[in-house]
């Protein structure tokens, strides 16, 4: 039984890196695929945000001298490479997917629109929106949390290299201990670092639940789907 009939999908770009210090790993970009396709089989509705980090990071480039608004449209191309990338890698594990576009750039995607996303959702589409929010000064964190709300998904859910969110980052500190469930007041109040604030505010005021999730281990994505309790749920 399904728990969440419409979901978003946030994916890491820096996960796609695997272990290598740039770019794209085959492998992983594979193994992605793969739960996606678990779910698809399940009849689950998927709409997907994946970042750029793992090719170009706004901030890091005004960091480094780059006009930031350039900067951030830079980082928004670096998240369609990796919508491609996905959306290759789904064709061939045989899941209907269409990348569409904040900003215009047919043929590389269609433009999108809440009602073209949700059109292609109900068609069995795995629906992969690139470009961000289409603006400068917004991450991809927000940007997912924006979809999210727009195409009335049930759920957001945020894969990443971490089991759940923890009191402090359990890389580094061993003693960190993890949440099952936390609200989004909490989250600010703590200073989780789990999304940017403006994303957390937007989940928060339009009531759309986050669950925080290792993307990384096999058949995880799944078992969310179908309500084991795994990763941190955050909710109003």
């Known amino acids: 039984m399904n728990k969440y009939k419409r979901i978003l999908l946030k994916l890491s770009g820096e996960s796609l890196m695997r272990e290598q210090r740039y770019g794209i790993d085959g492998a992983r970009l ?4 793969v739960q996606i396709r678990e779910i698809a089989e399940m009849n689950v509705q998927i709409g997907i945000v994946i970042g750029g980090g793992n090719i170009f990071r706004g901030l890091s480039g005004s960091a480094k001298g780059f006009d930031r608004v350039k900067g951030d449209q830079m980082g928004m191309l670096a998240t369609v490479i990796n919508s491609l990338a996905l959306n290759s890698a789904l064709n061939a594990e045989g899941v209907k997917s269409t990348v569409l576009t904040a900003i215009r750039m047919e043929p590389i995607g269609e433009y999108y629109s809440k009602w073209r996303a949700i059109e292609l959702m109900q068609q069995g589409h795995a629906v992969i929106i690139a470009g961000g929010t289409g603006n400068p000064f917004f991450t991809t964190d927000t940007a997912s949390c924006l979809r999210a709300i727009e195409t009335e998904a049930d759920v957001m859910l945020k894969g990443t290299r971490v089991d759940g969110i923890y009191t402090a980052d359990p890389e580094k500190d061993p003693a ?7 609200t989004f007041g909490e989250v600010y109040a703590k200073g989780l670092k789990v999304m940017d604030l403006t994303a957390i505010a937007m989940c928060r005021d339009n009531r759309l639940p986050l669950i925080v999730f290792d993307m990384d281990t096999a058949g995880n994505l799944k078992k969310v789907i179908c309500g084991e309790n795994i990763g941190t749920i955050v909710h109003e």
């Open 30 to 33: 594979r193994e992605y695929a």
């Open 176 to 182: 960190a201990v993890k949440f099952d469930s936390i």
